[in-house]
């Protein structure tokens, strides 16, 4: 089964770099046989839409707006993604969340409207440290989907792909164990299931690595991976693209 593999490149790379590095993951993955995204930040989507045009890469932006068209000072509209050429749209990132204090309310507004504009939603969820030593972990994540989906049923969507981040996993090298990992998936695709999702990824995001990439896929059964930090040089992405399931 085709896995799908995104890289998070987050607020990383100057434009000059995030092009360079396009170039490399081009080079680089000229045979694929499974899904391959590049999410970089909005001031690169135009140029790089251009040099993944006939390459095996597709596109994804790291957020869009909720808003159409329209006055909302520094918003980036999901049918301006659309017209160029991006698939994917991440939504409600812990960072995002965190950072910029985004709410459930905003981030179902952001799936309704990227949606609307048939991009494929990465919704992300995750506990915080203190949520998971408290036992909360599987209520925080349930309580993400509710809202996340309150204004648009999950069984209206075409396909939506969920990322299972725990926060205290991201960017920290400290790792999810792949059981604990399975447990919170299970959660995930049974709330999706009742709430009559058709077609729903799930994958691990949180310090992959290519030692690590392994013990997600295979019977752990994740559907894919997102990938921050390691996704930032073409060759460390494509040792976990290749890693083998086990
Ligand atoms: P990381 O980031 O791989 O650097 O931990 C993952 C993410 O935030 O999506």
Not at 63 to 70: L, N, T, V
Not at 81 to 101: D, F, P, T
Not at 142 to 160: E, T, V
Request: aromatic share 8%; charged share 20%.
């Amino acid at each position: 089964m085709k896995k799908l593999f995104i890289a998070n490149w987050k607020m990383q790379l100057t434009p000059t770099e995030a092009e360079k590095l396009a170039r490399s993951f081009v080079s680089t993955f000229k045979n694929v046989s499974n899904e391959l995204v590049v999410c970089p930040d909005f001031l690169s989507i135009a140029t790089l839409s251009k040099i993944f045009k006939s390459s095996a890469i597709s596109l994804g932006a790291q957020d869009a707006s909720a808003f159409e068209r329209g006055a909302y000072t520094g918003e980036v509209a999901a049918s301006d993604l659309a017209y160029l050429g991006v698939k994917y749209a991440i939504v409600g990132h812990s960072e995002r969340r965190n950072c910029m204090e985004e709410s459930d309310k905003l981030i179902a507004g952001k799936i309704k409207a990227v949606t609307a504009e048939k991009l494929t939603p990465v919704l992300c969820v995750g506990e915080n440290a203190a949520e998971r030593k408290q036992g909360k972990a599987a209520s925080v994540i349930r309580g993400q989907l509710r809202g996340a989906f309150k204004s648009l049923p999950g069984k209206n969507l075409r396909s939506i792909v969920i990322a299972y981040e725990p926060i205290w996993a991201i960017g920290t090298g400290v790792n999810c164990d792949p059981l604990t990992a399975v447990r919170m998936k299970t959660i995930i695709s049974d709330w999706c299931q009742r709430a009559g999702m058709k077609k729903t990824s799930i994958l691990y995001g949180g310090s992959v690595k290519a030692d690590n990439a392994a013990s997600f896929l295979g019977t752990a059964g994740f559907d894919g991976l997102l990938v921050g930090g390691a996704s930032l040089d073409a060759q460390s992405f494509k040792n976990i693209v290749n890693a083998k399931s086990n």
